[in-house]
């Protein structure tokens, strides 16, 4: 049949498409009548399409045909669908059955927890969630504190001296300089005997 002075090729059907009953996806060009669903016929809009190659489909469908499958990918929140999708043409995919290996090798995830890094202050395990780092170590959030006096540190308000940690002020009594001009404060003496 000629082309008279007509439009482009229907995606679906491919018979021309005038320009009053046009609708364009994705590149290509459809009657309004042939703008649905690929599986369930239904209409679709620019909310509900979804394009996968040539073909197009609502959002359902697509996710039954192309989308995740098992336990948690149900339609809604807390469910799980059960339909197959036989009655759209979708065939079941086979899954083949599961056989543990024998394999002695640990993962580098499992090798790198089975050795994590060890506190200073108490000798345990440090991981991620509880992990602050200090003068290059990995500590406890509850260890990360002033060996003389307790106080909780930060990365800013720490000194370290032979492997231990310090707040300043118990660094600069216990270990800073001593005699004229180095008291605590302005104009300050320390009494060293």
Request: charged share 20%; glycine share 14%.
């Amino acid at each position: 049949m000629p082309n008279f002075g007509g439009g482009n090729k229907c995606g679906v059907c491919q018979k021309i498409v005038y320009f009053a009953e046009e609708v364009q996806c994705d590149g290509k060009y459809f009657h309004k009548s042939c703008f649905c669903c690929m599986a369930c016929k239904k209409n679709l809009d620019s909310t509900t399409l979804t394009v996968h190659g040539d073909e197009i489909y609502c959002k359902s469908c697509y996710g039954k045909k192309y989308g995740p499958k098992g336990y948690g990918y149900g339609q809604g929140s807390g469910t799980l669908s059960m339909d197959t999708g036989a009655s759209l043409g979708i065939k079941a995919v086979q899954t083949a059955p599961h056989c543990p290996t024998t394999n002695v090798n640990d993962s580098k995830f499992a090798q790198k927890f089975a050795s994590s890094e060890k506190c200073p202050r108490c000798g345990q395990s440090v991981y991620a969630a509880e992990k602050i780092i200090g003068a290059g170590k990995s500590w406890h959030k509850a260890c990360f504190r002033c060996a003389k006096c307790g106080k909780g540190l930060e990365s800013t308000t720490l000194a370290d001296k032979d492997g231990e940690i310090y707040c300043k002020a118990c660094y600069s009594k216990n270990f800073g300089p001593k005699g004229f001009g180095f008291g605590q404060g302005a104009g300050a003496l320390a009494n060293t005997q």
